[in-house]
């Protein structure tokens, strides 16, 4: 199973490093408009604040990089038969999926040590601030691939590659809309449930929250392996044939 | 291995196979032909289970997880060389392999540095065959694999799937060419109209049709119906 898994991981890798404009998307653009803002408020921010701008950036490059290079990637393989072929070669749906998560699980962790990099620049933080960020780097080995289950019911919906860009564009902003969650407590629970911007941002919370931390850490624990058990279900079912093959 | 009674309807309502009988022998190479468009494809992705497979009517088939299954124009990956994607195969196939590229047949030893994406049509589909052709299934689709190859290369192919099944393992192809078959190790089945039209091997294909050229006995068996 896992020299299976290495060996088209290996591929994948290939695949990954290739595409180069996809970094546009998920570490320039962010990257710039944290100049930007930096540049356009006040520089006299406090820790709290500093967080709450950090998880902001860091759940767009999470989740531009699993609907741009994971879930997009598994759909347009299954149109142009390539799923087909590879599942065929290995045996397993999920080990083609996993073959993609986990490079660009790394590429993703590479792009937000960059972006961290750039914010400790610019913010010049203090040593509690840096020990956050590690520590959320760190965590996002676990996000990331729960992420990546978050959204894999998409690979379920019978879509087109043509209107793949449209959708997950939408679905990146609604999801960063949702992500902040509201007053009312009952339903930044379901955010966190529905929403995988929601539940990166929950997860990181924990580490400063100051009310409903035990209700935020059975919500995130409930739902992330909830997703995972799910999302494996969606990805060994999910089917070979193109949308628009006969 | 068997079909039985198997109807199917497309999602447009036109009517593929109409209580399609069908029987594929194991000691030789069963060869699918018929006009473009009769469902040859859609068939083979009924028996490899890509489309769910009617336990009632399809007999003795192998589980998805031994089949090997080659789909008819789908690439591999243009960035790899021929070795490292024969190599990724292997890698999957035997774990702790020692394959090297003096183990490629020899048509491909030439090129084995050669990015997949270099390659012409007719390279790139010979990748394809030995890839398929090292896992170690019991049956094995392909999906025109000749496809593309000049008479020499597609005649490697057929010696190379005629291989695999004299070391036991089941082939059901399809194809349009036809200057390969050249003996009884072939099983033709031919579909027309959603039925087999005719099934045996190719000498009894001939006689039936009365000539010595499987070209014109294809012609005649699609003129007849």
Redesign the interface.
Known sequence: MF??L???S??EV??AL?DKGLFIYTLVFPALYFIYAFFSSSHDLTNLAIRYHLLGFWSYIILSGILNQVITAMISMRE???L??FT?????RRLIFYANLIPQTLVIQAEILIFDIIAAVFYRPDLEILEFMFACWLLNFIIIPVVAFYTSFLLAIPMRTQTLGVFMTGYLLLALLLSYGTTSKLLNILLVIINPSSFVVGVYSLFFAQTDLMTTLITVSVAGLAYVIVGNVIVAKMS??SVIS? | MEIKDFTYTLPDKRQLYDHLNAHFEDDKVNILLGPNGVGKTTLLDFISTVKPRDLSSFEGFPAFKQIAYQIQGVPFIYEATVYNTIKMVMDIQTPNNRFTKADLPDVLQKVADVKYGKLSGGQRQLVIIDAFSRLNRQLYLFDEPESGLDPRMAQVVMQRIQQLNSEGKKIILTSHQFQNINNDHYHLLFLKDGKIRFEGSPSEFLKREGTSDLVQAYIKTDEDQ
Do not use: Q, V, Y
Request: net charge positive; hydrophobic share 40%.
């Open positions: 020299k299976k290495s060996a088209l290996k591929f290939n695949i290739d142009n038969n390539f087909k072929m065929f070669i290995s045996g397993d070979l044939n006969r």
